[in-house]
């Protein structure tokens, strides 16, 4: 297996975001405010949730016609709506999710006849996420209660991306939408990786069945932490905390492929019949962890500083 790690850089969270929009419907958020904008419409602040400033045409005069602008009132080319993000302050530990209000809002509304209590349903295709799955608490079925999700959405737990208008659109590091801005191993924006320090540590040795072997331990803070099996074998990949509490693949049992939330952080559990195991997680975690194998070679490197 191969991983890596990075442990200093700067954390950016974009989880709570305040929504401005132009229009005068509610944008799904949180203790908002309705102030007249000067532009026409109506400006909608809010605290918590969300994420996006957008312009659309005054209601009451959608055609401009009120203050009619140059060129003899022709309209500009390109869309009629901006979006710029507002606000990056990180959620309370007590905010409640964005989707999962929106999915709650159907608790109290018959579905077929039956109420249920709903919450989000995200093991969708990456086309369909912007769109509002929730899934029937206690029961094994899910439906679409949406076409899309309300603007400022996050596309998913562990990317800063937000769904707008129905579509995930990406937001940089650098908290601007559509920027392709990135961090770097070390969680630096737009940085080289000039800080990182590598470390690497390689499994050969044959051990014996019903055993777990340590391969390496990451220390809390690590980033971009990426465990790839060299070739396919009757190993298993197995992750534990310090005080031996198993996340991944522990107490002789085998985990699905899936994500896995542990650590602080999202990993992401890759393992097919014909195909090496791999484990990523783009952190940072907040705990240290141990990584072990449970029946051969495996190859772990890690950044770190």
Request: charged content about 25%.
């Amino acid at each position: 297996m191969i991983a890596q790690s990075t442990i200093n850089g700067t954390v950016h969270r974009l989880t709570c975001r305040s929504v401005r929009s132009y229009r005068s419907e509610h944008l799904g958020v949180q203790e908002a405010v309705n102030t007249r904008s000067p532009m026409g419409g109506r400006q909608l602040v809010a605290a918590l949730e969300g994420g996006v400033l957008s312009r659309k045409p005054d209601r009451d005069d959608p055609k401009g016609l009120k203050n009619l602008p140059q060129n003899n009132g022709k309209f500009c080319s390109g869309s009629s709506r901006l979006n710029q993000l507002c606000n990056t302050r990180t959620c309370p530990l007590s905010a409640v999710d964005f989707r999962a209000q929106q999915c709650a809002e159907y608790n109290s509304k018959p579905f077929r006849g039956w109420y249920y209590k709903w919450k989000p349903y995200t093991k969708v295709d990456d086309e369909d996420i912007c769109k509002l799955y929730c899934i029937a608490e206690d029961f094994d079925f899910f439906f679409a209660m949406a076409s899309k999700v309300k603007d400022g959405t996050s596309c998913s737990d562990h990317k800063g991306d937000l769904c707008i208008d129905g579509v995930c659109e990406a937001v940089g590091c650098d908290q601007i939408l559509g920027s392709k801005a990135s961090l770097d191993a070390c969680g630096a924006c737009k940085g080289d990786n000039s800080t990182c320090k590598f470390f690497k540590g390689q499994y050969t040795l044959q051990h014996r069945a019903n055993e777990y072997y340590s391969m390496v331990t990451v220390p809390s803070g690590a980033r971009s932490i990426r465990v790839q099996e060299m070739e396919v074998s009757t190993s298993y990949l197995a992750t534990r905390s310090l005080k031996r509490k198993y996340y991944l693949t522990g107490d002789w049992t085998v985990d699905w492929p899936g994500k896995f939330h542990f650590g602080g952080t999202v990993f992401d559990y890759q393992r097919s019949f014909n195909k090496p195991e791999s484990l990523y997680a783009a952190g940072p975690t907040n705990e240290t962890l141990v990584f072990e194998v449970s029946r051969r070679c495996w190859v772990m490197s890690v950044w770190g500083n």
